[in-house]
């Protein structure tokens, strides 16, 4: 337990955090890697240059630093960051190491205004804090290794097929390489794979959504192929253009908190954007399989027929359904999901789920919300570091 004092101290110093808080953790990062470069066979390096590792961390710190006397408050939120930590193998003995290094750049970047009494309070808070991921996690760990087929952080898995699904979009089917079957996961969940590529120093880690209902003989994930250009797009170009049939990868157990309930009876309504598909796809697969009579609404955007991916998987598994509605948008046809099409095609009183691209979401999801539907009602998840540990939705 915090001391009154060391609340207090957190407290206070939160306005701080909330000024100066990316240059804090921009600083944390520097001298985090330079002592221990092992650790950036874990980070995702494009988001490390692109600052979104720093505002997420700084955001994290700050809204600890708002709830330190009720991190209950913010439990949704650790589970969210905790599932991406096991996802990535983090453990309890890398959160000593996280702690001295923010610690050191609070006080490198804040100078003499971080008195020893200031730090004395954050160390303790830290200590709390790391507690909270640590028990956490250590439970998503046991419950990843003990489930049938399960295993505890990476484990190497087999390409049996890889299926073009649209010209920018490859699907490939994963087999645990040592002939075991494939644990269950939850509709919507994801895996991280960890690849070696040739010529660079470090290992990469990225995540992908399964994209096919669990209880089957492999995982599939289906990849978007970015620009070689684009600093993103080194490990989706890889996996295209490299990995072939027969090519091993390391991925973990499928973690994630975005995903369908499945005991829900309330009509459904999926929303998806580009490669934000990849998610609906496990979450329909699901629904046509165990609850074919749950009405569903399926909502669609892409740039064109071309990059629509599972146009034709979606018509086949709403067919043996009982209430469906699909709906698929081109922007280049300057059709998008207005407002209006929104308030026509989202069926009431469903469970929303929304994926897809930053501007995608930011669009979509506050409309819904001015349409009426209830924030516990929907469901989304962004891509990449979490935006912010506040306890509200955007």
């Not at 590792?53 to 905790?82: E, F, M, R, S, W």
């Not at 003995?93 to 290094?101: F, Q, R, S, T």
């Not at 290794?145 to 190497?156: A, H, I, M, T, Y």
């Amino acid at each position: 337990m915090l001391s009154q004092n060391s609340i207090d101290i957190v407290k206070s110093t939160a306005p701080i955090l909330a000024d100066r808080g990316v240059e804090i953790t921009s600083v944390f990062y520097k001298n985090l890697f330079t002592a221990h470069p092992e650790l950036l066979n874990m980070f995702n390096h494009v988001n490390q240059k692109q600052g979104r590792q720093q505002t997420a961390l700084a955001n994290t710190v700050y809204a600890a630093a708002l709830h330190i006397d009720n991190l209950g408050v913010l439990l949704p939120a650790v589970k969210q960051i905790a599932q991406k930590h096991r996802s990535l193998g983090i453990k309890a003995e890398h959160y000593p190491i996280v702690g001295e290094h923010l610690l050191g750049a609070i006080k490198e970047v804040l100078g003499d205004a971080a008195t020893d009494e200031i730090i004395q309070a954050w160390a303790e808070a830290y200590g709390v804090i790391a507690d909270v991921f640590i028990s956490v996690e250590n439970e998503m760990y046991k419950a990843a290794q003990e489930q049938e087929n399960g295993f505890r952080e990476f484990k190497d898995f087999k390409i049996v097929n890889k299926v073009a699904e649209s010209d920018i979009i490859t699907s490939f089917y994963l087999q645990p390489a040592d002939g075991s079957g494939v644990p269950t996961f939850l509709p919507g969940q994801y895996i991280t794979v960890r690849l070696t590529i040739p010529g660079e120093t470090y290992l990469f880690n990225r995540q992908y959504s399964l994209s096919q209902a669990p209880n089957q003989d492999t995982f599939r994930i289906s990849v978007k192929k970015e620009n070689e250009m684009n600093p993103n797009g080194k490990v989706s170009v890889f996996l295209h253009e490299t990995i072939q049939i027969g090519d091993t990868l390391e991925v973990s157990a499928p973690a994630g908190d975005f995903y369908i309930d499945m005991e829900s009876t309330r009509p459904v309504t999926l929303i998806s954007g580009g490669v934000g598909i990849t998610p609906m796809m496990s979450m329909l697969d699901a629904i046509a399989k165990h609850s074919p009579t749950r009405p569903v609404a399926f909502l669609h955007g892409a740039r064109n027929n071309a990059l629509h991916a599972f146009d034709k998987d979606v018509r086949k598994l709403m067919a043996t359904m009982e209430d469906t509605t699909y709906l698929a948008l081109y922007s280049d046809e300057n059709l998008l999901l207005t407002k209006e099409l929104l308030a026509e095609h989202v069926l009431s009183n469903s469970d929303i789920y929304v994926c897809g691209p930053v501007p995608f979401m930011k669009a979509i999801i506050p409309t819904l919300y001015e349409l009426g539907f209830a924030e516990e009602h929907v469901h989304f998840e962004f891509f990449g570091p979490a935006v912010s540990l506040e306890p509200t939705h955007v």
